[in-house]
């Protein structure tokens, strides 16, 4: 067995039937030419999909990290342990479903809302997979979700990347659960001696990174402690977001040219992070404005930034550093805002540049456990000041494009992530073949008409293309 790292632990502790802790994807696939087209109705995916599934669940080969199952036993001293589940049943994780008629998005999201909104097993790996056929036009998609304890967002796109291949003739491609261990998998580290080894070295590494801090590190530190993470930047306005939690979910996505994003960066000199700040910033703003419910004060967002290197082999666990970026939504003019969101933004990146990766790490785990006694005690997130307003995250996608899974063309992938009580909206982006693809996921009671505000991201995009 292996110990759980504290990070990942809280992923544990803090889930609820309310408070699914599970992160996801919807990526959704072309069918490959003459797929369906010598059966007597040629429009329907049926067999194609329904043979892919058999292939994927007949691979009796799967990657240690999808193998592990969580355990809290007395003698692990309390620690939360992974250990190998000897028999996957892969029939279980992995399941074959049909949209009804027409097969919109909106039945398409419809579903995934409900499988997002569903809790893992914990008696058995904490992942699953869904091949979803009957998308109109000629598509299907794939939804995939794993705990948050397991792996981070950045991780788990990496994961996905690496069944995907830029050859549209390749077939046998694996699934993710099948992939070959890359070595990013650590080891099991067997009985309490393994443990306490591992928090012993854990402490002596920090303890020692700690006594090197150079000075300049040390005031980045102090500064980052008292800036970032002090009451002051942790005392966001009330919003319809900041409220308890319904276990059920729903989830909305859409895209948007990269190319549009490079015309605002040679407008205003902003990064793409900054400009898909600066969408969501509009998009909330007219959204709440609609619903007559825009505070004076300015909303903020936790941006999680990865500290995994792009050559980094994936593996399991969270790797996070987070800083709180100022949305400026008190500011109705979009030139002046975005400028708000890029110098917010400039300084957070200049603190977490001072700071060794164990630091940052640190941080990381304080910018999520600040939403902790909202997220895990009942009724105090409908009556505390939030310490953010929503989770906004920007997971690097794949360079190359198009891609391709088993012949299939990859059109577009929606990350899916996690709410919590206090933080009932999170918004998660990812990029792929000259396109931003954004993902958004919300309480279903909590959040009305979520999917307006994909009309309002739109609105806030032409309104930055716009400025002069």
Known sequence: MTRVGPLDAMFLLGESREQAMHVGGLMVFELPEGAGRDHVFPERSRDY???LYRDIV????????????????????GYWSWEQDADVDLEYHVRLSALPRPGRFRELFELTSRLHGTLLDRRRPLWEMHLIEGVEGRRFALYSKIHHSMIDGVTALRWMQQTLTPDPTRTNMPATY???DAGGSRAPTR???GNAAQAVGGTARLLADLAGLTPVGLKALVRTLQYEHSAAAFQAPRTV?????TGSRRFAAQSWPIERLEKVRAI????????????CSGALRNYLLELNALPGKALTAMVPVSLRSRDEAPGGGNSLATMIADLATDEPDPGLRIRRIMASTSYGKGVLSQLTPLQNLMLGALGFAVAGPAAVI????????????LVISNIPGPAESPLYWNRS???GMYPASIVLNGQALNISVTSYDHHLHFGLTGCRRTVPHLQRLLLHLETALADLENIH
């Open 58 to 77: 007949e691979v009796q080969t799967v990657n240690p990290l999808f193998g592990r199952r969580v355990r809290n036993r007395v003698a692990d001293l």
């Open 378 to 389: 009942p009724g105090v997130a409908s009556h505390s000041t939030p310490p953010y307003n």
């Open 49 to 51: 999909v329904a043979r």
């Open 268 to 279: 205003t000199g902003a990064t793409l992070n900054d400009g898909m700040l600066a969408m």
């Open 191 to 193: 009985g309490l001696v």
């Open 409 to 411: 063309r990859l059109l």
């Open 178 to 180: 099948a992939l070959p």
């Open 241 to 245: 977001f900041n409220q308890s939690i």
